[in-house]
Nanobody, 126 residues
Framework: VQLQASGGGLVQAGDSLRLSCAAS??????????MGWFRQAPGKEREFVAV????????EYADSVKGRFTISRDNGKNRVYLQMNSLKPEDTAVYYC??????????????????WGQGTLVTVSS
C-alpha cells in the first residue's frame, strides 16, 4: 500500500489549506481501511489529528483541531482529505496520512495504523 500526501505549504494565521492523501497498491481495497491524519511538529512526538471510518460517516478529532479541521474521504477516488480552516501557528507540522485495516476502530494512536504516507509540511506564520 502506498500513501501519497500533498497540499502542504506556507500560509498565514487564519488561512485555510486542504491536504489530500492518495492511496494505491496491488489488491488494495481503499474502502476497507480506516484513514487517519497525524502531525509531528519539530521536537515533538507524532500526534493524532483526525480519523474517518470506512464509509466516511464516522469521524473523530483531536480537541486542538475540533471545529476547525474536517476529515473526509472519496472512496471512488481512493483519497482522504483534511480541510484545515482558521490555521494557527501551533498547527505548523509535518502532516501524515495513515491507513488502518482493523475494522470499526477509529484509532488515535500511531501504532494502530498499518501504513503511512511520507508527510507534507504545513507552516503557519503569525
Amino acid at each position: 500500500v502506498q500513501l501519497q500526501a500533498s497540499g502542504g505549504g506556507l500560509v498565514q494565521a487564519g488561512d485555510s489549506l486542504r491536504l489530500s492523501c492518495a492511496a494505491s497498491g496491488h489488491s488494495f481495497i481503499f474502502n476497507r481501511y480506516v484513514m487517519g491524519w497525524f502531525r509531528q511538529a519539530p521536537g515533538k512526538e507524532r500526534e493524532f489529528v483526525a480519523v474517518v471510518g470506512w464509509l466516511g460517516g464516522a469521524t473523530e478529532y483531536a480537541d486542538s483541531v475540533k471545529g476547525r479541521f474536517t476529515i473526509s474521504r472519496d472512496n471512488g477516488k481512493n483519497r482522504v482529505y483534511l480541510q484545515m480552516n482558521s490555521l494557527k501557528p501551533e498547527d505548523t507540522a509535518v502532516y501524515y496520512c495513515a491507513a488502518d485495516l482493523t475494522p470499526y476502530r477509529l484509532g488515535r494512536v500511531a501504532h494502530d495504523y498499518d501504513f503511512w504516507g511520507q508527510g507534507t509540511l504545513v507552516t503557519v506564520s503569525s
